[in-house]
């Protein structure tokens, strides 16, 4: 996928439906790398766009195409609807006012619907005025190397400075709005959503994980949003010729690599908190802007 931020409904203008359709059939192996790469990156802070955008550059692949950038969209919100599945019911049902779930945490906030509602607002209607600007601006390797490095080391400030003692029923209002404030920052390429939302939650006292939870869940409606409306562009042209496996393997594959490395990530960060993702997005950020310049003077 060309980008995923997961930050608002994707607009594609009926020029850039022509050229993805003009596109080469996707070999399958990039679509199984592709789809893994996705689906490993989608929910860790290392920031997705950036790798589907810096693995094919490194390895001279072509776009992948509005087609499987469509499957991977689905894959994505696959992934967060079947691990959040009984958080999602739990917390639907609390907003109307059903006592529904076991999870004390979530009882602890029971409006945390509209929280959620709320903190989407910001980063949707951001998303919708300012995404392909934003995009066509910056969407190079100088600048997603940047981000890897400024995002790790704010993510490092956040784990030094904060004292992380708020759970998720603890959560008010202003925690709320400036935690989907910052999603609109990862609009630009090489932020990463979960790790400015995480980054912003540690900084307004959450615990890791109660930020990481939060930062997940906050995900399902900006994916969802953009996941129908890939579905609906892609009603109005259907798969290209030959795209049916490889549009199957990237949703498969995110989807089934996503639900793992939420799992796995949820568990990385209550024992050992954000410092291997620190030091990977410093590290990944420098070789990228390395191999930029090496590249522009080439």
């Known amino acids: 996928m060309a980008t995923i931020f997961v930050l608002g ?10 050229q993805a359709l003009t596109i080469l059939i996707m070999p399958l192996h ?34 992948q195409g509005l087609d499987f950038d469509i499957a991977l969209h689905i894959g994505t919100l696959v992934a967060v609807l079947v691990y959040f599945f009984k958080d999602w019911l739990q917390i639907a049902a609390q907003a109307v006012g059903i006592s529904y779930g076991k ?34 601006t910056l969407r190079s390797p100088f600048v997603m190397g940047t981000m890897l490095i400024l995002i790790g080391l704010l993510l490092w400030v956040a784990e030094r400075v904060t004292k992380r003692v708020k759970h998720i029923g603890e959560l008010t209002v202003a925690d709320t709005l400036l935690i989907g404030t910052s999603q609109a920052l990862a609009l630009v390429p090489g932020t990463s959503r979960s790790g400015i939302t995480i980054s912003t939650g540690l900084f307004r006292g959450l615990t890791h994980s109660a930020a990481a939870r939060f930062s997940f869940l906050l995900s399902t409606p900006i994916v969802a949003a953009s ?16 795209m049916l496996a490889p549009f199957l393997v990237g949703i498969a594959g995110s989807a089934l690599v ?3 490395v939420i799992a796995f990530f949820l568990k990385v960060i209550r024992k ?7 030091a990977y997005r410093i590290i990944f950020g420098i070789i990228v802007i390395a191999l930029a310049f090496v590249r522009s003077r080439g």
């Not at 409904?9 to 022509?18: A, D, R, W, Y």
């Not at 802070?45 to 776009?63: E, K, R, T, Y």
């Not at 996941?227 to 030959?242: A, W």
């Open 103 to 136: 999870d004390e945490e979530l009882r602890q906030c029971p409006k945390l619907f509209w929280y959620l509602v709320l903190a989407s607002l910001p980063a949707g209607l951001i998303g919708l005025k300012f995404k392909d600007q934003i995009e066509t």
């Open 272 to 278: 050992h908190g954000l410092a291997p993702f620190i």
């Open 9 to 18: 409904i994707q607009l594609f203008s009926i020029e850039s439906s022509k």
């Open 258 to 260: 996503g639900i793992a």
């Open 227 to 242: 996941g129908l409306k890939s579905v609906y562009d892609l009603s109005k042209h259907g798969l290209s010729e030959g």
């Open 30 to 63: 990039q679509a199984i790398v592709l789809a893994i790469v996705q689906g490993f990156t989608e929910f860790l802070p290392i920031s997705s766009s950036a790798h589907l955008f810096l693995v094919p550059w490194l390895l001279g692949w072509p776009d």
